[in-house]
Structures are given as C-alpha cells and as structure tokens.
C-alpha cells in the first residue's frame, strides 16, 4: 500500500492500491514503515510504526543542504530524542538493499533493533504524545535547529 496525496500523481502505481486519505488509516495497520524525510516520520513515531528513514534529492540540493544545516539529524524523532533511533539513508545510502536490511529486523518485536526502536517510540510519544502533539514536536524541533 502506498500512502498519496489528494492532489499526487503516481505513474506508473499499476497493481498498486494508492491510498488518498488520512496516513494515520495507513499507520494504524503498519508493522514497519519505509518513510521520507519530513512530518511523515513524526506522524510514524506518534502512530507507534517502526521506520527506517529514508531520502534522495536532486544532487544540487543535497550539496547545498548539507553546508547549510547544522542539525545532525533530518527525521524529527531523531532530533526530538537527540540521538540516531531511526535509521537515516540519505543520498546515496538510500538503496532498496539498504532500506531492506534495515527494515527486516523490525518485523520481529523481540529483536534487539526491533525492541530499541519500540522503546524509541514510547519515548516520543511520552514527550510529545496527546492532542497538540505535532505542534509541541515542532516546538522541540525548532529548539535544536
């Protein structure tokens, strides 16, 4: 399943069910998640789905970015809890042998990865959980940029 937009375009998505609604009805029923950089993340980790982070922009951008932030991390969990919980593939780190090999272990809950990023997660949702969760994350966000 793939989680869209109401406006998005996916060519090419034949045998692919796109899903145009609330990502939380796609959350809900995840075990592990393969998420972009950006409020995707926040929304995984306030869910409870185990990710692995991943991102490619345009050469240009990414040479820009990285000598114009100082952050040490891209995804907000990350940088909510000030240390690397999550996975983040970036540029070229971001393969499909990759993005397997660190979502294979999050299937099984007993797993030492598994259990970390589960722990992760209550702790994310601990600090930012309840209603006007994504605007107190925002708030912590902005803190450490």
């Not at 983040?88 to 272990?105: D, G």
Request: negative net charge.
């Amino acid at each position: 399943m793939v989680a869209g937009t109401e406006r998005g375009a996916y060519p090419g998505a034949d045998g692919i069910l796109v899903h145009r609604g609330d990502p939380l009805d796609v959350f809900v029923s995840a075990d592990v998640a393969l998420a972009k950089s950006g409020t995707t993340t926040l929304e995984c980790a306030l869910a409870g789905v185990p990710m692995v982070i991943g991102y490619k922009a345009q050469w240009f951008t990414a040479w820009l970015a990285r000598r114009l932030t100082e952050v040490p991390y891209v995804a907000q969990p990350n940088l909510i809890l000030d240390r690397m919980a999550f996975p983040e593939l970036l540029q070229e780190e971001c393969t499909a042998t990759s993005l397997v090999a660190h979502a294979a272990p999050l299937f099984d809950p007993t797993s030492p990865t598994g259990k970390a990023q589960r722990e992760a997660l209550a702790e994310i949702r601990a600090k930012v959980g309840g209603p006007g969760a994504a605007a107190r994350a925002a708030a912590l966000a902005m803190e450490l940029v």
